[in-house]
């Protein structure tokens, strides 16, 4: 279904790392693991949403605070659709043509014909791999992000989407469970899960190593 973003943002250039967690939070959320490496330039793992969430209202009371961020604007997690508009940068399909291991970190079997490269089986530190046509790196692979939304099995479309507040009309799991949403693959991962278009639901109150974020600045 067509979507229409009339709302500019501004997304980071990487996935939220250890070392800004560690300077807008304090002690990582989660244990760190042999897949994911301690270091401040690797991506942040084990988060659920609502430490996600949390970091965001904090980074965005400090960048007021500090004269940084106007206080009509805030950082939080994007939305799919805004997710999805950034991965994709001016594209059409799922990656281009076909992702390659060399272009992003997942393990197996390329998409749609790309080159083998190296699977790490493990995290990568953020911006190993090309960055997309708007500069932003580790959109597909490495690791997973949160977004906004409520999962629902079908996207409404229109202008603007946000499925933040639709929690009412959220599908639920065969065990009768709602989740938010997680996009882009991860390091554990063949090619095909880290184009642009999928989707993957996951408890919020769920966390695992290799589900992370990146936050956008958007007007309120």
């Known amino acids: 279904m067509a979507v229409t973003l009339t709302r500019g ?5 990487y996935e939220t790392t250890q070392g800004q967690w560690k300077r807008v939070v304090g002690e ?18 084990n988060v659920n949403f609502a430490e996600a969430e949390a970091f965001c209202r904090k980074l965005t009371e400090r960048s007021r605070q500090a004269g940084t961020l106007p206080n009509d604007w805030e950082f939080r997690l994007p939305t799919e659709a805004q997710w999805e508009y950034a991965c994709r940068a001016g594209t059409t399909t799922a990656f281009g043509n076909s992702l390659s291991s060399k272009q992003a970190n997942f393990k197996g079997k390329p998409y749609n014909g790309g080159e083998p490269g190296p699977s790490l089986n493990r995290a990568a530190k953020v911006g190993s791999y090309p960055p997309n046509a708007w500069g932003l790196h580790d959109m597909h692979g490495n690791t997973y992000a949160w977004c906004r939304d409520w999962y629902h099995v079908r996207l409404p479309g ?3 989407p946000d499925l933040y507040p639709a929690r009412s009309t959220a599908t639920r799991s065969e065990h ?19 184009r642009s278009a999928f989707r993957l639901r996951f408890e919020p109150e769920r966390r695992y190593d290799h589900i992370g974020f990146r936050v956008v600045a958007v007007r309120l």
């Open 9 to 13: 943002l501004w997304m980071a250039k």
């Open 28 to 45: 990582l959320p989660g244990e760190l693991t042999a897949e994911l490496p301690a270091g401040d330039d690797f991506p942040v793992g």
């Open 176 to 194: 009768g469970d709602i989740s938010r949403v997680r996009r882009g693959g991860c390091w554990a991962d063949d090619g095909w899960p880290c």
């Open 158 to 160: 229109g202008t603007d």
